[in-house]
């Protein structure tokens, strides 16, 4: 589907019904078995203007961030990156946030560096996303939680609806006009997505508005891309 601005509610994006087409494309990038993705920790991330990629691999010591530049045919590894995983890079390509230990966030230069925490423990580690190049958005067990990473205290941006069913607010994702944050409402069982819908709130929280259905969605210039339950990418 293709979303359109509403003038009736400028701070959310609604569905229209114009369907999508384009031209579908696959490629493949070779790694050095010394540097290979581990798909356990986390899924590669490409940078806006596609020039790095960021992935986590294992090591003969643990879990490493790698990095591997458009221009390289070999990645190397992110000094200040050992242990952790799920990396995620900035809109703007120049730091990574990712995860240590268990649960804790951090967030480092692509360049290298000291890591710095900014999230002692997310319940779902697995899930956050930045908003912007300065805040980072992820689920808590009320609901949907912005922060600096600079610091300073988390914001909440939507809560669990119990009243309405909600069990979950999970999968954030920033929409890239920074105008909100799309995410998946459960209101049951983890088990069945056919429950799942996606909702969006605005960037600084609110009442939540329901979308459509679906499991997970991300968020480009005028679209939104949805993943239903049953695999289906609308």
């Known amino acids: 589907?293709?979303?359109?601005?509403?003038?009736?509610?400028p701070d959310f994006?609604?569905?229209?019904?114009?369907?999508?087409?384009?031209?579908?494309?696959?490629?493949?990038?070779?790694?050095?078995?010394?540097?290979?993705?581990?798909?356990?920790?986390?899924?590669?991330?490409?940078?806006?203007?596609?020039?790095?990629?960021?992935?986590?691999?294992?090591?003969?010591?643990?879990?490493?961030?790698?990095?591997?530049?458009?221009?390289?045919?070999?990645?190397?590894?992110?000094?200040?990156?050992?242990?952790?995983?799920?990396?995620?890079?900035?809109?703007?390509?120049?730091?990574?946030?990712?995860?240590?230990?268990?649960?804790?966030?951090?967030v480092l230069p692509v360049s290298g560096g000291a890591a710095i925490r900014v999230v002692a423990e997310i319940p779902y580690s697995g899930q956050f996303a930045w908003f912007g190049d300065t805040h980072i958005v992820y689920p808590d067990r009320s609901g949907?939680?912005?922060?600096?990473?600079?610091?300073?205290?988390?914001?909440?941006?939507?809560?669990?609806?119990?009243?309405?069913?909600?069990?979950?607010?999970?999968a954030p994702a920033a929409m890239s006009d920074g105008q909100g944050v799309v995410f998946t409402v459960w209101p049951g069982a983890l088990d069945d997505p056919a429950l799942a819908r996606i909702a969006v709130t605005g960037p600084d929280g609110g009442t939540h508005e329901i979308l459509m259905p679906g499991i997970e969605a991300e968020h480009t210039p005028g679209f939104l891309l949805v993943t239903r339950a049953d695999g289906t990418i609308v």
Do not use: K
């Not at 589907?1 to 509610?9: H, K, N, Q, T, W």
């Not at 596609?50 to 990645?75: F, N």
């Not at 990473?149 to 979950?168: K, L, W």
């Open 1 to 9: 589907v293709v979303l359109s601005r509403d003038a009736s509610s």
């Open 13 to 106: 994006l609604r569905p229209a019904a114009v369907p999508v087409r384009g031209t579908a494309w696959q490629g493949i990038m070779a790694f050095p078995d010394s540097a290979q993705p581990d798909p356990s920790a986390g899924s590669p991330s490409l940078s806006a203007d596609g020039a790095l990629l960021v992935y986590g691999g294992s090591t003969s010591s643990g879990r490493q961030v790698w990095l591997r530049r458009a221009d390289a045919l070999t990645p190397t590894p992110v000094a200040g990156s050992e242990g952790l995983q799920n990396p995620v890079l900035s809109p703007d390509g120049g730091r990574i946030a990712a995860i240590a230990g268990r649960s804790g966030l951090v």
């Open 144 to 170: 949907i939680t912005r922060i600096s990473t600079s610091g300073g205290p988390p914001v909440s941006i939507s809560t669990v609806d119990t009243a309405a069913g909600e069990v979950y607010h999970l």
